[in-house]
């Protein structure tokens, strides 16, 4: 998906920036195009980058500059090389992570963000899509229809099978290793880079696990951290967890839904701690020391928070959010969830149009829906009126219809971009 966005963007744009977290594919994505590039993850290149950063805004366009997070200077020598009259598709800029303590000029105007992350189902080439997000956010209240092969076991197998591509069919003790280093890397290895030293890496680990088993809720901090300890005798101060989930999120390694504060309705009072997802569910159900069989199983594991629901039903949820991310940015649209205050109601994801207008989705680990599990998207429908464009659940069964009132049931391989 960002491949199309990538490159409709840098035929008229002077610097493109490549935001996500590790392994999402940014340099290579960049490389494609680029004609010079400067890896500032290696010793030679960052000493260049760090003696005199104008050097690398030098050489045949476009000029890649990797990990530019290294030497954040570059920022700044790059926006006033766009205000100088840089020529479009000049620079490319990709970051695994905000610089600590990020206090240059957001470069607003002047270079663009594309966010990247693991690959969706469609990526990923599950099945071929039949249901257009975009048509859904553009109002034209397609018709749904389409049959999907994916079973419950599938859908489990790519929770646990990762979006990064670099992961991409690997399997067993493989893949283990994989996630495993990913995690240590995050540990021994980033954390440090952002002037952190993890005095006790297992207590992260225990806060990362926690995280995870929160994973599709609005669980307090307070709470995770409790549930990271409870076991552990005392638990360790604010002070020392609070850091985590700033680092992880300048990681990109949480990547939290937001809550959806309407400004063009009028409803209630609505809460608005963030919908807790890490980047990719794979990472979640390691930290859980969980696989497939296990999650179909519905085998209890890790530290004990409330949730409706299986931990199968939660890590699903962030599956199809992962990929309704995907879609939705390529949409041109932004992604949130809906609670009230007081939880009487919940719309897992609201995805919105700059207008203002919406699609109502909600995730449902079932074939065939019951009226129950649509009462939330049928209250915003009589909330909200004309603002909702359309109602959608996402589902494990085989087939894609629109119900007699109007709400769309789409398997989450049949939908896309």
């Known amino acids: 998906m960002v491949d199309d966005e990538f490159a409709e963007l840098i035929r ?17 994505t960049a490389q494609r195009l680029a004609k010079t590039a400067w890896q500032l993850d290696t010793e030679a290149h960052l000493a260049v980058a760090l003696a005199d950063p104008s050097v690398l ?5 476009p000029v890649l500059i990797d990990e530019w997070q290294h030497a954040p200077a570059l920022w700044d020598k790059v926006r006033r090389a766009v205000d100088e009259g840089a020529t479009a598709g000049a620079y490319i800029l990709t970051g695994s992570a905000l610089p600590k303590g990020a206090g240059f000029h957001s470069g607003a105007g002047r270079i663009v963000t594309i966010r990247m992350r693991p690959l969706s189902l469609v990526e990923r080439g599950v099945e071929r ?16 229809e389409g049959h999907s092969t994916c079973d419950l076991r599938r859908y489990a197998d790519e929770i646990v099978g990762s979006g990064f591509p670099g992961m991409r069919g690997l399997t067993g003790r493989a893949l283990r290793a994989q996630l495993d280093g990913y995690i240590t890397h995050i540990i021994d290895r980033d954390f440090p880079e952002f002037g952190h030293k993890v005095r006790k890496p297992a207590v992260l680990k225990r806060w990362m696990t926690a995280y995870a088993a929160a994973t599709a809720t609005t669980t307090a901090y307070e709470k995770i951290r409790d549930a990271a300890t409870s076991d552990q005798g005392e638990k360790p101060a604010k002070s020392v ?11 990109w390694v949480l990547d ?49 928070l409330p949730r409706d629901g299986t931990l199968l039903g939660a890590l699903f949820d962030s599956l199809v959010t992962q990929s309704v991310r995907v879609y939705a940015q390529h949409a041109e649209a932004s992604v949130k969830h809906l609670r ?15 207008d203002g207008r919406v699609v109502a989705i909600e995730v449902k680990l079932t074939q065939v829906p019951s009226d129950g599990d649509l009462r939330h998207l049928r209250w ?34 049949l939908l896309g971009p």
């Open 256 to 304: 939290p839904v937001p809550a959806w504060l309407p400004t063009r309705s009028h409803l209630g009072r609505l809460a608005q701690p963030p919908k807790h997802h890490l980047v990719d569910p794979a990472l979640a159900a390691r930290l859980l020391g969980i696989d497939a069989t296990a999650l179909v199983e519905g085998m209890a594991t890790g530290p004990t």
């Open 57 to 61: 805004l030098g050489g045949e366009t």
């Open 129 to 144: 899509p039949a249901v257009s997000l975009r048509s859904l956010v553009d109002g034209r209240r397609p018709r749904i």
């Open 340 to 354: 009230t205050a007081h939880g009487e109601h919940e719309v897992d994801l609201v995805v919105e149009r700059p």
């Open 380 to 413: 915003l429908r009589d909330e909200i009126k004309d603002d909702l464009l359309d109602a959608v659940v996402i589902t494990t069964g085989s087939e894609a219809y629109r119900r007699p009132d109007g709400i769309a049931v789409v398997p989450a391989a």
């Open 12 to 28: 008229q744009l002077p610097a493109i920036v490549f935001q996500g977290a590790k392994a999402v594919g940014k340099t290579r």
């Open 241 to 251: 967890v609070l850091p985590y989930r700033d680092i992880l999120e300048r990681l």
